[in-house]
């Protein structure tokens, strides 16, 4: 299957390549290879075989199978989904932080919690929610100006911004809520807890301790009994103005069966939205920003359209149906730097992908980073090119995976892709970004793609 798209008059430009080594292109990953891969960087891990061929297969201690074929995608997430629950890898890196939550769940339990869940993220909603968005790009470019004539490193700045938005359209006005703390806890769980160890990635039995995970647990523990103070001041007093997320869900049943959540699963829930909502949004926008500092065609062209747009103030709601160009670049971000690399799913019945057999047991693997970059589904794949997404474009949908799809889909896309356009479009409006010299950030992956080292540009107010 190949995926063909429109070309731009202008010469793409290609960011940094899949980082694998050569000797893992020619032959299966043994265990000492996983050890030293995963322990650096887990997309180290993908053979380079995985962006020409369908699937590759291999065993190190677990039999494995990475899949970039779309029709074999489709089935995994969509058609035959119940034979793929999430693998034990990815539960056991998040239970400690989000519990039984929509990410984690199964089943029964997770289809009732996502039709509780669902309204909350209606286009009416975000909307709403829109305002809060504005304001944090406001104060993130105030940040940037106060910084003067030095470079930024944009990736934390980002981070501060997409956390300032979380926090407000979570628990608005709820002065109880510990910020800082909360997001001291979520870095040290991200960087420490998951750093997938190579007993994770073999299979090993859940009751062999891993390393992190116990000093990070308790700063978890800490968050929650916060969370959970919140929700119960909330339930008691009530909250005016604009409902947030926690209104929504406090409101929320779930229409067949009109069960409510419980505090535990409404902390749960929150938790899950605040740890996936504004990591995976601050990477997208810290790449974005890499990408348009590495191009300044590109950059130029969204300035344009920004100022055109927006006329000297900050991005709305409203916005962002008018500033295709600046949302092609966030695609193109997403394609090339997806925050979830990879996702991992355990077989447990036999089935069948591109001529492969799956037993149970099974670790059946979507590497995103290879996918998206597939000399297969996508022409010249490692360019930085915009206008493939242009005049409303779009892929086969199993190959351009930034959000998930099938019933799983990321519940809060149409959030995080709304915030991302108005942030980016009120920054590229107010500064031009160009990049420091020698200092180019690696993609390495943990939980989520990060640039290591940061996103360090200079911002010259234009």
Request: proline share 7%; glycine share 6%; with cysteine.
């Amino acid at each position: 299957m190949s995926v063909q798209h429109l070309h731009s008059s202008a010469t793409p430009v290609e960011p940094p390549a899949l980082p694998v080594r050569a000797e893992l292109v020619r032959k299966p990953l043994n265990a000492l290879q996983s050890w030293q891969a995963a322990r650096d960087n887990v997309l180290s891990i993908i053979p380079e075989a995985s962006t020409h061929l369908p699937i590759v297969s291999g065993k190190t201690g677990t039999p494995w199978h990475m899949v970039t074929d779309p029709e074999a995608i489709r089935r995994i997430l969509l058609e035959n989904v119940d034979n793929y629950p999430k693998s034990k890898v990815t539960k056991n890196l998040l239970r400690p932080a989000i519990g039984e939550s929509l990410f984690i769940a199964e089943g029964a339990h997770w289809r009732w919690q996502r039709r509780t869940a669902a309204p909350a993220f209606s286009h009416r909603n975000v909307m709403n929610l829109a305002p809060i968005m504005t304001g944090a790009a406001e104060r993130c470019t105030d940040r940037i100006d106060a910084a003067g004539n030095r470079a930024v490193n944009l990736l934390d700045e980002m981070v501060t911004t997409t956390f300032d938005v979380i926090a407000d359209v979570t628990f608005s006005g709820d002065k109880g809520f510990d910020r800082d703390g909360v997001q001291k806890a979520i870095d040290l769980y991200i960087s420490e807890a998951g750093k997938i160890s190579l007993f994770d990635i073999l299979g090993f039995p859940d009751w062999i301790p891993r390393p992190g995970r116990t000093v990070s647990a308790n700063g978890m523990t800490d968050m929650k009994v916060a969370a959970d103070r919140v929700i119960d001041a909330r339930t008691a007093q009530g909250h005016e103005g604009v409902p947030d997320l926690l209104d929504l869900l406090l409101d929320g049943e779930d229409p067949k069966t009109q069960r409510k959540m419980t505090t535990e699963e409404l902390r749960d829930n929150l938790l899950t939205f605040i740890v996936a909502g504004h990591e995976t949004t601050a990477l997208t926008l810290a790449w974005s920003l890499y990408l348009c500092a590495f191009d300044q065609d590109v950059q130029d062209r969204a300035r344009t359209e920004a100022h055109g747009v927006l006329q000297g103030r900050a991005a709305t709601g409203e916005d962002v149906a008018k500033l295709p160009f600046i949302r092609q670049i966030i695609d193109e971000a997403l394609r090339l730097y997806p925050p979830a690399g990879m996702v991992s799913r355990t077989a447990v019945a036999e089935d069948r992908l591109s001529g492969t057999q799956i037993h149970p047991g099974d670790t059946v693997i979507v590497p995103i980073y290879a996918l998206h970059r597939s000399h297969v589904l996508w022409d010249r794949p490692d360019a930085f090119d915009p206008d493939r997404w242009s005049h409303g474009w779009k892929p086969d949908r199993y190959a351009y995976l930034p959000f998930g799809d099938g019933p799983r889909i990321c519940i809060g896309a149409s959030f995080a892709i709304q915030e991302a356009v108005i942030i980016l479009a009120t920054l590229l409006s107010r500064f031009r970004f160009t990049s420091v010299k020698g200092v180019d950030p690696d993609p390495v992956m943990i939980i989520t793609l990060r640039p290591e080292g940061g996103v360090w540009l200079e911002a010259e107010p234009v």
